[in-house]
């Protein structure tokens, strides 16, 4: 069992649509969260991290962390086709050291 | 452009050979890592170095890959014998820890993405 699991999609929406993004994880040892967006053939750039369990608002993005289901969501309100990317989950132990990422979610936001 | 740069973006190379990639961090970072991505999956994390030193490394880091931060700063990354199961895009992100040990943010370049034939 890989440590992240994230539904590689492909997820298609139409523009304004909220889009929900999820990830499951085994380690309950996981402290940290973080939501990446990646561009084809680009690097991975962070949208939202997020500390243990609860839940952080940035625009129209919204992150959920549920420890106790080993469960983590980005939701996307009033989605836009420049949010056509793949998102990438990634966690930290506390140790703080190595990022383990999901296979990432290829999301298509169609005009 | 203060970000993480990356050179060559792209290689194509023969199985067999050697190739090297480099990454230059974001100036006042102290901690430089590598990561493989291949199609359609996540980022895996190869190693990780805090100023020169090399303090962590993957199993996935095979004998035919080395990784040098020799001044603290540039990192390189090398691969001998290349084998066609090398192609992959090989990202380097940089971050500044902190001595509070809390979470420090890592920053990717944009890979560069290699191909052996």
């Known amino acids: 069992q890989k440590e992240v699991e994230q539904d590689p999609g492909p997820l298609s929406v139409p523009e304004g649509a909220i889009v929900s993004l999820n990830c499951t994880y085994s380690n309950s040892a996981f402290q940290y969260f973080m939501w990446y967006r990646q561009y084809s053939r680009k690097g991975p750039e962070l949208l939202m991290y997020?500390?243990?369990?609860g839940n952080k608002e940035d625009g129209r993005f919204t992150a959920q962390v549920d420890k106790s289901s080993k469960y983590i969501s980005l939701f996307i309100r009033d989605s836009q086709p420049s949010d056509s990317a793949t998102y990438l989950c990634?966690?930290?132990?506390?140790?703080?050291?190595?990022?383990?990422f999901g296979t990432g979610t290829s999301l298509t936001v169609i005009p | 452009d203060t970000g993480v740069s990356q050179d060559p973006r792209h290689k194509i190379t023969k199985r067999g050979q050697n190739v090297t990639f480099r990454c230059d961090p974001i100036s006042e970072h102290n901690r430089l890592y590598w990561y493989r991505q291949t199609l359609g999956q996540g980022p895996e994390f190869l190693t990780y170095?805090?100023?020169?030193?090399?303090?962590?490394k993957s199993r996935l880091l095979s004998d035919r890959f080395s990784a040098e931060r020799p001044k603290g700063s540039f990192s390189t990354l090398e691969i001998q014998r290349t084998e066609q199961g090398d192609s992959a895009m090989y990202l380097c992100?940089?971050?500044?820890?902190?001595?509070?040990?809390?979470?420090?943010?890592?920053?990717f370049g944009p890979g560069t993405r290699l191909t052996v034939l």
């Open positions: 997020t500390y243990s369990s």
């Open positions: 990634a966690m930290i132990l506390n140790t703080g050291n190595q990022f383990y």
């Open positions: 170095f805090q100023n020169e030193a090399q303090l962590e």
């Open positions: 992100a940089s971050s500044l820890a902190q001595s509070s040990g809390l979470y420090n943010e890592q920053f």
